[in-house]
């Protein structure tokens, strides 16, 4: 199968969407990836880049890669990210039927995490090409706009619902991320059009040469029970909740909080982590994907928190699968789809979100079990993820998906 990927995040970003091209492109079908500058989460352009002119590039041996213009998102602020979702819709309306003409595509695919305006360069391409549109739908928009504070004024999330209609209308196929998705989803779509595809990872090959990782990290990591918080570290994760909890268990030495990651938030955690004299909360920086296992195998525990928005209870955060794939006991501040997930596994404890005593009662619930039973938590875990998220699995899934919706 032909497949266009579209995307305004990919590799060398650290994305899910990575490993499944990747895996197609090991498969034998013929990807092709249409993406902008990297410059996520940090918001500068990554070393080897430039924010103007087009890139090409090779990922994976066999998959083109075509970049366009972006405007960077900078170090926040609501001028930048317009600014850089803007600019990746009109660099990519304007120049990508160019760069990819001659080309046919069976299927175009749209990682579309927001912000879903990364699916209109896709729409006119898809008339082009006489191709099979589909967006593997990440986000709630605009509900996510709301929970975010992103958005606030009635009106504005009323014309963004209205836009969200409109680009639902010229996709073939949605492909929802979690089971939650349908009903949210299906107020500003067909319901014909939803198909349940969930996230998934790729597991490390043996061939895979991990990244170094510090040894002063290693060190803490063994010596101590220390719960491992990975990924962004920003608004929706509730970060506050993290360092609360920090400080309430700032009495027990043995037990370290280890933030693995960047974000919006990360300067605001290090001048708590300083005023408040928190040694117990280690702030490890970031990491390529590949360095991960290895952090995790060391871990004691791995922490996931959202805030408490209903928007966040319908969304399984993708470190979840990373989670359970590294078979480590899971502690879960967040309620809905993703608990049910780690609930349904039995791969850990979970609690009430934006709460940092409940936060701190689960740490403390797991941390008094034995490592036999920790183990077993993280052995359950493994298995759900083995039989609901293999990603070798999930990629012929796709495949499968397209092909007999397009009528390839």
């Not at 955690?269 to 040694?279: C, I, N, P, Q, T």
């Not at 993703?338 to 850990?348: H, L, N, P, Q």
Request: hydrophobic fraction near 45%.
């Amino acid at each position: 199968m032909k497949i266009l990927f579209l995307s305004q995040y990919f590799w060398p970003e650290t994305f899910i969407v990575n490993d499944l091209v990747r895996k197609l492109s090991e498969q034998g079908h013929e990807v092709t990836v249409a993406t902008a500058k990297p410059n996520y989460p940090g918001g500068e352009i990554f070393d080897g880049y430039k924010a103007w002119g087009v890139q090409r590039e090779r990922f994976a041996e066999s998959v083109d890669v075509i970049r366009v213009p972006l405007w960077p998102r900078g170090r926040g602020g609501s001028r930048n990210l317009i600014l850089n979702y803007l600019s990746f819709v009109a660099t990519g309306l304007f120049l990508l039927p160019w760069l990819l003409r001659g080309r046919k595509f069976d299927s175009i695919v749209v990682f579309a995490m927001s912000p879903i305006t990364q699916v209109i360069p896709a729409i006119p391409l898809k008339w082009i090409k006489r191709a099979h549109l589909a967006a593997w739908v990440q986000d709630l928009w605009p509900e996510s706009l709301a929970a975010t504070g992103f958005v606030r004024n009635p009106q504005a999330l009323r014309m963004v619902g209205w836009m969200v209609r409109g680009i639902y209308a010229c996709c073939d196929t949605l492909l929802l991320q979690s089971r939650a998705f349908f009903d949210p989803v299906a107020r500003y779509a067909c319901r014909s059009k939803l198909v349940y595809y969930p996230n998934s990872i790729a597991l490390p090959s043996e061939k895979t040469v991990a990244p170094e990782v510090p040894t002063q990290l290693l060190e803490e990591l063994r010596e101590n029970f220390c719960v491992v918080f990975a990924g962004n570290i920003g608004i929706a994760q509730s970060i506050e909740t993290v360092v609360e909890a920090a400080e309430l268990l700032r009495q027990h030495p043995a037990l370290k909080f280890v933030l693995v990651g960047s974000g919006s938030r990360l300067e605001w955690v290090k001048e708590r982590k300083a005023s408040l004299g928190l040694d117990n909360l280690i702030l490890a920086g970031r990491f390529p994907m590949e360095a991960m296992p290895q952090i995790f195998e060391h871990s004691s525990a791995l922490l996931v928190s959202l805030r408490d928005e209903e928007i966040f209870s319908y969304t399984i955060p993708s470190k979840v699968q990373a989670y359970l794939a590294a078979g480590k006991a899971i502690i879960a501040s967040l309620r809905g789809e993703g608990a049910r997930v780690i609930e349904e596994a039995g791969a850990g404890k979970t609690c009430e979100p934006e709460s940092a005593n409940a936060l701190v009662e689960s740490i403390l619930a797991l941390m008094s079990l034995s490592p036999a039973e920790r183990e077993q938590m993280g052995s359950a875990g493994q298995s759900y993820f083995n039989e609901h998220f293999d990603m070798d699995r999930q990629t012929e899934r796709l495949v499968e998906i397209l092909a007999s919706r397009a009528d390839i």
